[in-house]
């Protein structure tokens, strides 16, 4: 079994002063050892900065998003190469929050995987359903859909994980049953075995939405839960770390 990825992303949230977090986090887990892989996804404008501040230790830095070009007239964008240049070794892919507020497609998002290979970063592709989509009975249609449309096939040369994050549970402190995670999971690994072979059957799938100090184990712990990606719990040190301890 790969080791499981702790991946925090804080959104639209952190300044400056904030990388002392991170420092602490890297500091601790310095000192004690990680048993899995810990990623911090900042916004964009401290990437560098807290890729420089954790030079050397075992935090690694992502980005949220990233364009699926090289470089190019698009203002705003950020392409994966940029991201790698300020340090990032990672990115988030397909987040909810990106699909819904930008409109983005799984045929987009799997653009945006293809540039994360190609710029040698690692994505954490993201897929979850609404909770009406759940509520019809369509979780697993929906999640397997998103996996074959949002996961390239050069995935079977590069690393990347899977993030499940239904849309309903993120932010809400809402959690899906653990035979839930386990359902949707057994689902998204048959696919990516299907897909990939040997490269689907290793890919890490995180589970996301809600995840606290006081879930995280029994989460971590459930068939196929590879890790997690944790949005609001990872914006202060101690909370992230009691989450990256459980694993
Ligand atoms: P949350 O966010 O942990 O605050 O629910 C998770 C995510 O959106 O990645």
Not at 29 to 46: D, E, F, W
Not at 216 to 226: N, S
Request: aromatic content about 4%; overall charge negative; hydrophobic content about 50%.
């Amino acid at each position: 079994m790969p080791k499981a990825l702790i991946a925090g992303n804080w959104k639209m949230n952190g300044l400056a002063a904030d990388i002392a977090e991170a420092r602490s986090l890297a500091e601790a887990l310095a000192a004690n050892g990680a048993s899995c892989r810990v990623a911090l996804c900042p916004p964009a404008t401290l990437i560098a900065k807290m890729a420089w501040s954790l030079k050397g230790s075992p935090v690694a830095v992502g980005g949220q998003d990233c364009h699926s070009g090289l470089s190019g007239a698009h203002t705003g964008d950020i392409s994966a190469e940029m991201l790698a240049d300020a340090g990032a070794s990672l990115v988030i892919v397909g987040h909810s929050e990106r699909r819904a507020d930008h409109g983005e497609s799984d045929a987009v998002v799997c653009a945006k995987a293809q540039a994360a290979f190609r710029a040698g970063l690692e994505p954490i592709i993201c897929v979850g359903e609404t909770l009406d989509q759940r509520k019809a009975g369509r979780a697993l249609d929906v999640v397997v859909g998103q996996v074959e449309g949002s996961v390239p096939l050069e995935a079977v040369d590069h690393g990347f994980a899977l993030a499940y994050e239904p849309v309903w549970a993120i932010g809400t402190g809402l959690t899906p049953t653990l035979a839930e995670i386990a359902e949707v999971h057994a689902a998204i690994r048959a696919t990516l075995r299907d897909r990939l072979g040997a490269a689907g059957a290793a890919a890490p799938i995180l589970y996301g939405g809600s995840v606290k100090p006081a879930n995280a184990a029994e989460i971590l712990a459930t068939a196929e839960v590879g890790g997690a990606l944790v949005g609001g719990a990872s914006l202060k040190a101690a909370d992230f770390l009691q989450i990256v301890r459980a694993v």
